[in-house]
């Protein structure tokens, strides 16, 4: 039997790793598919204190893993089918074993939101892409659009300014959301036209994307702008198909927990971006792993 | 890099078009995180299916002829291949759970 299991290797199960490690629980830690979480499609990371030049969100990640490894955490890549509850006597069940575990913290992350509107599943693959420093560079000296106004679409709107030749900011409101700094440099960006009060209806092409319909939302009128590509960062979707029947949620689906990252499962905890929270960040993340290891630790004491 | 097969512009009609065995390209790039995501699950179906399937990789930075001759514009993109033909293309890092059902239909 485990002490402890953790699912899921971005910074907040990392990080819970890393201080489970020191605190010489018996923990595994398993990546699946979480590897490096969200962070691994964030090109650069500028808001992470102690790094003033920025980091690649993977160099990040991967310097958590040596760090958490070098005190001694045990990662495995599996992939967790199912897991069972009960008090003191978790039960893991990956593609190769089942485990029994006293505690588990849940850091499975988020996943980007799709926009659910006509052609969005059709073209997946053909125009339509959630990760720009994956996809960008596909769209060298062609026109694309990314849909969104908080701090994800505005970085990765900038980031595709390295290859379109030009990006058209779609964003529903009349303000972004997206931190002053950054607003700051987008507004600057020639490259970049914000399209203010419009929603997509409707991604247009046969074999590939060819267009965006749009409706302006104080106007009611309808316009096609043409495009080859579409970028989406409208929010996240928590990874909660392994909990969501065994907990309590908040209306999105994030995991809810208490100030000590205690879910309404005993024994059970949460960290990173799968938890229902404000803001959603490296830096929240890391916060959130250490303490969740922390509550474990106490809660293996009673 | 890991220790798959790399197919290039130039290798590829010789090894994954005329391969008498059913192949899957895992078609990547060194900037795509997600790419990473699925790699060590990409090298553990290789090992399953060797000598059934031929799984490899491209890397899309340096090989831009064979992406555009089959329209990708996402990766990680997988695509597999039987007597020379596309019979399933992957998009994005799935579970690979996922991966090895679709591998398991090409035999």
């Keep these: 039997m485990e002490d402890l299991i953790i699912i899921g290797a971005g910074p907040a199960g990392l990080t819970a790793g890393l201080y489970a490690a020191r605190s010489r629980l018996r923990t595994i830690l398993f990546e699946g598919l979480t590897l490096g979480g969200q962070i691994l499609t964030t090109d650069f990371v500028e808001n992470y204190p102690g790094f003033p030049e920025g980091i690649s969100g993977f160099e990040l990640a991967d310097r958590m893993k040596l760090q ?30 089942n485990l029994e575990s006293k505690a588990v913290i849940l850091a499975c992350g988020a ?4 926009l659910g509107i006509e052609g969005e599943d059709l073209l997946i693959g053909k125009g339509i892409s959630y990760c720009a420093t994956c996809d960008g560079p596909f769209y060298t000296n062609q026109e694309v659009a990314v849909i969104g106004g908080g701090d994800m679409a505005v970085e990765e709107a900038l980031f595709l300014t390295r290859f379109a030749s030009k990006v058209h900011l779609v964003h529903r409101r009349d303000e972004l959301r997206a931190t002053k700094l950054l607003q700051e440099r987008i507004l600057t960006k020639e490259q970049i036209k914000i399209i203010w009060d419009t929603i997509p209806i409707r991604i247009v092409g046969k074999n590939e994307v060819e267009g965006i319909e749009l409706k302006n939302v104080k106007t009611d009128e309808v316009s096609l702008l043409p495009v080859r590509g579409v970028f989406i960062f409208i929010g996240y979707n928590p990874n909660n198909a392994l909990v969501k029947d065994h907990m309590e949620l908040d209306k999105l689906g994030f995991v809810l927990t208490n100030n000590d990252m205690e879910t309404s499962v005993p024994g059970v905890f949460a960290a990173g971006d799968i938890r229902s929270k404000l803001l959603r960040q490296v830096s929240t993340a890391v916060g959130e792993g250490a303490m969740a290891a922390f509550a474990a630790e106490k809660f293996l004491e009673k | 890099m890991s220790d798959l097969l790399q197919v290039t512009d130039e290798n590829f ?11 899957m390209v895992d078609f990547w790039a060194e900037w795509c995180g997600p ?9 553990e179906l290789a090992k399953e299916y060797n000598g059934r399937i031929k799984i490899t990789q491209m890397d899309v930075d340096g090989n ?32 690979k759970s996922h991966i090895d059902e679709e591998l398991k239909k090409l035999l």
């Design chain 2, 13 to 23: 009609d010789e090894e994954i078009i005329n391969s008498d065995l059913p192949t």
């Design chain 1, 68 to 97: 958490a490894e070098k005190f001694g955490l045990e990662i495995q890549n599996q992939e967790i089918i199912r897991l069972e509850f009960f008090p003191k006597k978790n039960v893991v069940v990956t593609d190769k074993q």
């Design chain 1, 111 to 114: 996943t980007p939101q799709k």
């Design chain 2, 64 to 95: 831009r002829q064979t992406p555009a001759r089959f329209g990708i514009r996402n990766i990680p993109t997988l695509m597999l291949f039987k007597g020379g033909k596309v019979v399933k293309t992957i998009i994005g890092a799935q579970p």
């Design chain 2, 35 to 43: 790419c990473k995501m699925v790699s060590p699950a990409i090298e």
